[in-house]
């Protein structure tokens, strides 16, 4: 009886999936030689689906599936809204986490997910047409804004893949990560881009996000071999200093290290930092420790993992992104015609004026900041 069921669970296991081009016969005879049985999808492993095709909706179709049985095994006549309410988001708005956690999922799945949990917490049914009271956008703001606080699906799935990604940067000592580096040709601290070639779904979904991951991560600088001085983002409020180049003309491809930018006696290049990049900025630099050979390593760290207001966070990465609705980005998307400051008539209002140059700001500056850290 143990060989039997030995022999039943290794035969149920043994599938072999073949290439699309391979001819029949030849499908054939390797299966029938080595006793497989051939298969066109190879199921799931650990609970997700092993993608080796194009996704489409179908692929993540049994998350939906999934959902509806749960709600076939409930009453939901004889629930209060109270009841659906907390049904829906502590078990339907949870099921799809894991999958999400890997892959991109499609948004027409995501928002077929979010219909479902908003037509049963109105007490939607085949037989019953209810009322939506709120609209779902509101319910996904915070609850003390209002809200109920349900998550956006491709939001949260965004930020699962962007959290990987950040995770590939900082976590260089785990061995996934290491196989992931090693397999898709990673190459620096934080690459400009990724390998984007013949890779899997994870892979794709973290390239898809990539710059995003890049803009969200400050350099702590240590002996300035790892960052790069042009396109990492190194000094607070300006973001990468490609941006601010006055000779772009003059940045090479390749990764320029900060501590090329460090003259002999260990201060700060000067003549040839004044050459390439305008005044504010170098005064933004003149505030930075020169890296040393004898510091630390160059560190990364999220900006979202900075100890302060979540309402900041989110001011200081629209900030990063240059996303503020500052009058500059509000004639960008024909928001206004003027895009002067309409407090100092500052011929031009952007990131850097609203934060650092602005009459009241600056005044505001001088007095948060002390004489001897100026």
């Not at 049985?37 to 492993?45: P, W």
């Not at 690459?191 to 994870?202: A, R, V, W």
């Not at 991951?213 to 960052?227: K, L």
């Not at 008539?345 to 140059?357: A, K, M, Q, Y």
Request: charge should be positive.
């Amino acid at each position: 009886m143990e060989r039997d069921v030995f022999m039943s669970a290794t035969e149920a296991q043994a599938h072999e999936l073949v290439d699309l081009n391979v001819e029949h016969d030849l499908k054939v005879n390797t299966s029938g030689g080595l006793g497989f049985s051939h298969v066109d999808n190879l199921g799931k492993y650990l609970g997700v689906p092993l993608l080796h095709q194009r996704v489409t909706k179908e692929t993540f179709q049994y998350i939906v599936d999934n959902m509806r049985k749960k709600l076939a095994g409930w009453k939901s006549k004889l629930l209060s809204l109270a009841d659906r309410i907390t049904l829906a988001k502590g078990v339907l708005a949870t099921i799809p986490i894991y999958a999400m956690q890997s892959t991109k999922i499609p948004k027409g799945v995501c928002h077929e997910m979010e219909k479902i949990i908003c037509n049963f917490g109105w007490g939607k049914t085949e037989e019953k047409k209810g009322l939506n009271l709120v609209k779902w956008d509101y319910l996904c703001k915070e609850m003390k804004n209002g809200g109920l606080g349900f998550k956006k699906f491709d939001c949260l799935n965004n930020a699962f893949l962007m959290k990987i990604g950040f995770n590939l940067v900082k976590k260089t000592d785990h061995l996934w990560v290491q196989v992931l580096r090693v397999k898709y040709r990673w190459k620096g601290k934080l690459p400009i881009s990724l390998y984007e070639g013949n890779t899997s779904c994870l892979w794709k979904g973290v390239c898809g996000f990539w710059s995003m991951v890049r803009d969200g991560v400050i350099w702590n600088i240590g002996n300035g071999a790892s960052v790069d001085f042009w396109r990492d983002n190194w000094i607070k409020d300006w973001g990468p200093l490609i941006n601010s180049c006055t000779k772009p003309k003059c940045i090479p491809k390749q990764h320029v290290p900060l501590k090329d930018f460090v003259s002999p006696s260990g201060d700060w290049n000067w003549p040839i930092l004044n050459s390439v990049l305008p005044r504010p900025t170098i005064l933004s630099i003149s505030a930075y420790k020169p890296p040393s050979v004898h510091d630390r390593v160059d560190s990364a760290r999220w900006i979202w993992h900075i100890l302060v207001p979540q309402k900041l966070r989110v001011f200081i990465w629209l900030g990063l992104l240059d996303r503020i609705l500052t009058n500059e980005n509000r004639v960008r998307r024909q928001l206004t015609t003027d895009a002067s400051c309409m407090i100092c008539e500052s011929s031009l209002e952007n990131i850097d004026h609203v934060l650092r140059f602005c009459t009241p700001v600056v005044a505001i500056w001088i007095y948060v900041i002390k004489v001897e850290m100026r």
